[in-house]
């Protein structure tokens, strides 16, 4: 079985305002979305990456810009993955729920997106989302049960720590890291 743990790439961590992709692959192998980004730096959470509005995100099937800027913390724990977009986007937080969510032998970030999602979002609150392609990928891709409970209880703590936000999934981090994206504007695009 996976381990799970977050690693530093073994070619060491690339210079802040490196332009990178975040790989994103179901359990299967197949590949599922890959984000347009840069290396933000790290911090006690883990490493961050920022991602610019008009910067893509695609995914066999479907391409998606990004209108505001968004950061991306890569937690050591490897079990999820959270995204903070810039107001005034409705979504404040998005938690994908992961496995092996770590530095790849590439030195790219990459991971298992593991289907649940734990979503703040203005006028809705703090949900659970795909609950539905979970248990439908559970039982198509066989996720181990140990991993299924471990999973589980991963989501429910962070949609709790995410309602009380707490650090790191509250505002003030957040409009730290997509402040260093900002500062990080002109190297960017030149």
């Given at each position: 079985?996976?381990?799970?743990?977050?690693?530093?790439?073994?070619?060491?961590?690339?210079?802040?305002?490196?332009?990178?992709?975040?790989?994103?692959?179901?359990?299967?192998?197949?590949?599922?979305?890959?984000?347009?980004?840069?290396?933000?730096?790290?911090?006690?959470?883990?490493?961050?990456?920022?991602?610019?509005?008009?910067w893509h995100s695609d995914r066999p099937g479907r391409s998606v810009v990004a209108?505001?800027?968004?950061?991306?913390?890569?937690?050591?724990?490897?079990?999820?993955?959270?995204?903070?977009?810039?107001?005034?986007?409705?979504?404040?937080?998005?938690?994908d729920i992961a496995w092996e969510a770590h530095w790849s032998d590439e030195g790219v970030p990459s991971g298992i997106d593991m289907d649940l999602d734990v979503?703040?979002?203005?006028?809705?609150?703090?949900?659970?989302?795909?609950?539905?392609?979970?248990?439908?990928?559970?039982?198509?891709?066989?996720?181990?049960?140990?991993?299924?409970?471990?999973?589980?209880?991963?989501?429910?703590?962070?949609?709790?720590?995410?309602?009380?936000?707490?650090?790191?999934?509250?505002?003030?981090?957040?409009?730290?890291?997509?402040?260093?994206?900002?500062?990080?504007?002109?190297?960017?695009?030149?």
């Amino acid at each position: 079985m996976p381990s799970g743990a977050s690693q530093r790439p073994p070619v060491g961590i690339p210079p802040i305002g490196t332009k990178l992709e975040f790989r994103w692959r179901k359990w299967d192998g197949s590949p599922h979305w890959v984000h347009e980004c840069v290396y933000l730096g790290s911090d006690e959470w883990g490493d961050w990456f920022g991602q610019r509005g008009g910067w893509h995100s695609d995914r066999p099937g479907r391409s998606v810009v990004a209108v505001q800027d968004n950061v991306t913390l890569l937690p050591p724990s490897g079990d999820h993955v959270v995204t903070m977009n810039a107001r005034p986007h409705l979504t404040r937080v998005y938690i994908d729920i992961a496995w092996e969510a770590h530095w790849s032998d590439e030195g790219v970030p990459s991971g298992i997106d593991m289907d649940l999602d734990v979503v703040d979002r203005e006028g809705r609150g703090v949900y659970i989302d795909d609950e539905d392609e979970w248990e439908e990928h559970r039982v198509l891709y066989g996720y181990p049960h140990d991993l299924v409970e471990k999973l589980e209880a991963v989501t429910a703590r962070l949609a709790s720590v995410v309602a009380a936000e707490q650090p790191p999934y509250d505002r003030a981090t957040a409009e730290r890291w997509l402040g260093r994206l900002e500062q990080l504007d002109h190297r960017l695009d030149g």
